[in-house]
């Protein structure tokens, strides 16, 4: 769909992408997830209207200095927004008011969080804990970072490392530290949920070739996070295995999902092709967790989560830019990045203070 565009407009928003500028007119962007990119497809124009491509669907916009242009590789119906507002505050509002308004964010979670790759056994987490509250050094969240489970798509402490995390978050508690662990949506074929899910039909596709997506520290998939069936059963298993224990923090990695091949023609989702829909994964990723939590009396509920959807922040969506470089050039874009961020509804927004790949030297 084109529409004619204005000269000298100046159009924010769209989510998160790698860019060196804020104003993002002349740029034309995929409308798809990847790592350090989220797409969400509204943005704020100086002449005072906002706009919502309300499709899921991979694409394309195109901002250019005759023509705006928004396409969707596959799609049954055409649907966009458009509100009007004196200022970007007043759009913001009513984007909000129809998209869903983001929680406040609790004190505990405005202080410092203590994180690394990785904390591999309980000992050594109390230790950190201990050792910062001895030296009078503040700390308000640390986090258990990926792979302290038994195997991907278990969503439970190895109690080899992990021997009784029920006490490990109680003494972390008792210090005024909180606890956040890593969620991936991955999930091994090798597992008793991966047999689980596959007979429910919660595990993303392929219609051509083999099932598995993804070979890094062994063949995986990905839950369904569009389907509602899929969201419930890996609640259930994160409520068992980490919220019983006392632990109401989650970060909810791999969100795009992140894919050794990128194939949107060849993956199916519970809504359709994943050329049709792949973009809302995200969102319903983090629903899952939310209203999980929300039914059992949790408020101003909030994740961190590495990519977002129009309407993410509804659920509770605390944004983070991935994995990015650990160079002065890529900390330069996530200003821009973080801004548009907001811009597009997504307030809660972080970056890795060093980056992440890279800079060894």
Known sequence: MSFEAYENERLYGLGQYQEDFLNLK??????????????????????????????????????????????????????YWICAGDRPADIMERYTAVTGRTPMMRDDLMGFWQCKLRYQTQEEVLQVVREH??????MDVIVIDFFHWTAQGDWQ????????PDAMVAEIESLGVKVMVSIWPTVDNRTENYRNMKERGYLLHRDRGMEVLGTWMGPTTYYDAINPGAREYVWQQAKKNYYDKGIKLFWLDEAEPELDIYEADNLRYYHGPALMCA???????LQGFYEGME???????????????????????????GDVESTFTAMRKQLPAGLNAGMAGIPWWTCDIGGFLGGFS
């Open 133 to 138: 509250k001895r030296r009078g050094l503040p």
């Open 157 to 164: 402490f190895d109690p080899r490392d992990f021997p009784d």
């Open 26 to 79: 002349g740029c034309s962007l995929e409308l798809a997830h990847r790592n350090s990119q989220a797409s969400i497809p509204f943005m704020v124009s100086s002449r005072g209207y906002g706009f919502l491509w309300n499709n899921p669907a991979i694409g394309q916009v195109t901002l250019g200095e005759n023509v705006t242009e928004w396409t969707a590789e596959r799609t049954t119906q055409i649907d």
């Open 295 to 321: 039914r059992e009396g949790d408020e101003n509920i909030m994740h961190l989560i590495r990519c977002a959807w129009a309407g993410s922040q509804r659920y509770g969506a605390l944004l983070w830019s």
């Open 279 to 285: 973009n809302e994964y995200p969102k319903c990723y």
